[in-house]
């Protein structure tokens, strides 16, 4: 299922570079389009499914075309002593620098939200140390993106979502953290797509009209699928026997 929606996703990027191309637009609708920021980190199982499970639909029902979606991959990170410090250890930093590197290197969003995808897609499958796969089965260039994490600027970029992360208002409690036109969605966001669709003021997509606002109370759910900033994760000594395995 994973492996069919990413071929989608590629397709998808071919289809709206075609479109681009001959001078078409993706709604004639003069409408704002909808702002959606994520706000995540990558080993985050939420944060990952978030991705795979949801975020991605909008590419698969054509809601993408009323929306620009920022990602903001950093979450409950923190600075100590000018050193960036993962809630999920060390290979979580790498791979948040990695995806920043991607989204500065291929700033369409349809490119680099297919490469992300792919990588949290192996964090979902607990493979993410194969990551670098995702290069060849998105058909993109790896070379920018290790150039960037190699060198400071890839630092610097990570320095940059610290700093838009921190400045949030309401601050975020826990990711994913995902924000719909400047409103967070707390712990509805599974129900982003409802929220689009509400938040849309023009002319309603055929998306919308199959999209109910069912909110988590509604639907009584009473498990949070989140990582709390405060939380320490037990995965944190895993990650670092496993770069020292791989190493």
């Known amino acids: 299922m994973a492996s069919s929606r990413l071929l989608l996703l590629s397709l998808f990027v071919l289809s709206i570079s075609c479109r681009t191309t001959s001078g078409a637009v993706a709604s004639s609708d003069s409408a704002p389009k909808v702002s959606v920021a994520l706000y995540y980190e990558t080993l985050c199982p939420y944060s990952a499914n978030f991705i795979v499970n949801y975020l991605a639909k909008i590419f698969d029902?054509?809601?993408?075309?009323?929306v620009d979606i920022e990602l903001v991959p950093y979450g409950n990170a923190r600075i100590r002593n000018g050193t960036i410090s993962c809630q999920h250890g060390p290979y979580e930093c790498l791979?948040?620098?990695v995806e920043a590197c991607a989204i500065a290197t291929w700033p369409d969003l349809n490119e680099h939200f297919t490469?992300?995808?792919c990588v949290e897609d192996l964090v979902l499958k607990h493979k993410y140390l194969e990551w670098?796969?995702?290069?060849?089965?998105?058909g993109l260039d790896s070379l920018a993106v290790l150039e960037c994490y190699d060198n400071e600027y890839g630092k610097k970029l990570e320095l940059e979502y610290a700093a838009k992360t921190d400045a949030l208002e309401p601050p975020h409690t826990y990711v994913p953290w995902v924000v719909v036109n400047g409103q967070?969605?707390?712990?509805e966001y599974e129900d982003v797509e409802a929220y689009i669709c509400q938040a849309y003021t023009g002319e309603t997509p055929k998306?919308?009209?199959?999209?109910?606002?069912i909110t988590n109370q509604q639907n009584a759910r009473t498990e949070a699928h989140v990582s709390f900033v405060d939380d320490i994760s037990s995965t944190v000594l895993n990650?670092?026997?496993m770069i020292r395995m791989a190493a």
Do not use: D, V
């Open 61 to 66: 029902n054509g809601l993408i075309s009323i």
């Open 95 to 97: 791979l948040n620098t």
């Open 115 to 117: 490469f992300i995808y």
């Open 132 to 138: 670098g796969s995702c290069f060849s089965k998105t």
């Open 184 to 187: 967070p969605l707390y712990e």
């Open 207 to 213: 998306a919308c009209a199959e999209t109910s606002l």
């Open 239 to 241: 990650n670092e026997r």
